[in-house]
């Protein structure tokens, strides 16, 4: 083949190829050679409201501290599948559409959780009394037709989540998470496995028959301590429905409880992921309202570097509880030694891997 015919075929090669992906398809391998840089931050609700402000557009704890944006932003879809015009922690879902569509304009990168309302009872996500409520939306259960367009109000938002271009944005979708404790509906005690996996499959299968072909599916059970393959297969809905493994581990007791439990777990979730070719992140994490002014690089940062996590999520900074770094509560100074660190990645580390 001539040079310039060889050349033409290559491109042509490329331009089937990248169009052939799904968006979800060419997430995963920018999130691959991201990995290869080192460790993005993360951050729940980031850019709607923070320790002394809410709703001030462009502004964020974390940019006000580091001059910079999460590499990574979290977004929670509790009360879409009522119809409700905000989210359970009172963000108006016009907002978590403007910012997920600007997060992602700007080259960052957007997951999604959901904390959904108790189907059966009409309790919270927390409301676990009825342990047949997973069943009961299951196909034949009594909830199904409503659960049904529960997840068609999931779909109907997550299908506007698009481009200038028109073009689906790539989304890290984690539903049904920390199913390894009993606080959620969908929870150890609450369901059992099997039930666990047909909810999964449920909503996975509905949201692909709507087209959604841009959402990673992260599976994160919370922090464990004892893994064991057999234990941790029990609920893992299969390789071909899991993208990314997902651990949620936060420090609520002592320093020594958490570095063991969190160790523990990670070195399970490293050797877990290698073998089925997952990458991991620590979804969730933070230590509540900070009492350790030396904790992001004392305690988190060595456990990043030694497991190297894909990213770490630290959960929303509330006025009475937060979770992630602010430029007006005492760690400050310690989150941006973090934040100095070439293999710690923020936006501007990330934006232009593609
Ligand atoms: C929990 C708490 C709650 C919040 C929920 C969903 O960890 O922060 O206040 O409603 O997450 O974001």
């Known amino acids: ?12 090669l490329t331009t089937i190829t990248a169009t052939a992906q799904t968006p979800a398809q060419q997430l995963a391998i920018r999130l691959q050679r991201i990995q290869q840089k080192g460790i993005m931050f993360g951050h729940q609700d980031d850019p709607f409201y923070g320790l002394t402000w809410e709703y001030q557009k462009g502004r964020s704890d974390t940019r006000d501290l580091t001059g ?22 009172s963000v108006p879902f016009r907002l978590i ?34 342990t047949t409520v997973v069943r009961s939306i299951l196909p034949g259960g009594s909830q199904n037709a409503k659960f049904q367009t529960w ?14 271009h028109g073009n689906k944005i790539p989304i890290i979708f984690r539903p ?3 199913m390894n404790g009993s606080w959620f509906w969908w929870g150890q005690k609450i369901c059992t496995d099997e039930e666990y996996k047909a909810l999964w499959n449920m909503l996975q299968d509905y949201l692909t028959s709507r087209g959604l072909d841009n959402l990673l599916y992260c599976y994160s059970p919370n922090l464990d301590g004892s893994w064991t393959t057999e234990r941790y297969l029990k609920r893992y809905p299969g390789d071909a429905r899991v993208d990314i493994i997902g651990e949620d581990a936060y420090q609520w007791g002592t320093e020594a409880d958490f570095i063991k439990l ?9 050797e877990f992921a290698k073998e089925h070719n997952k990458l991991y992140v620590l979804s969730e994490c933070g230590y509540k309202n900070n009492p350790d002014s030396t904790w992001w690089t004392r305690v988190l940062m060595p456990i ?6 894909l990213y770490f999520l630290p959960w929303r900074n509330y006025k009475e509880e937060y979770f992630g770094p602010s430029r007006d509560e005492h760690s400050a100074a310690n989150f941006l030694e973090l934040y100095k660190q070439k293999d710690m990645l923020f936006l501007k580390d990330i934006r232009k891997v593609k």
Not at 103 to 124: K, Y
């Open 1 to 12: 083949m001539k040079p310039r015919t060889l050349l033409a075929a290559l491109l042509l």
């Open 68 to 89: 910079d944006y999460p590499a990574v932003m979290g977004f929670d879809l509790g009360g879409i599948e009522k119809g409700d015009s905000k989210d359970l922690d």
């Open 97 to 130: 559409r403007d910012e997920a569509l600007a997060h992602a304009r700007r080259g960052g990168i957007v997951t999604f959780s959901w904390h959904p309302r108790n189907p059966l009872t009409g309790g919270n996500a927390w409301d676990v009394k009825d």
């Open 151 to 164: 997840m068609k109000r999931v779909a109907d938002f997550l299908v506007t989540l698009t481009d200038k």
């Open 176 to 178: 049904w998470h920390e």
């Open 262 to 270: 969190t160790n523990a777990d990670l070195t399970f979730v490293r």
């Open 304 to 309: 990043l570097r030694e497991y190297h996590v």
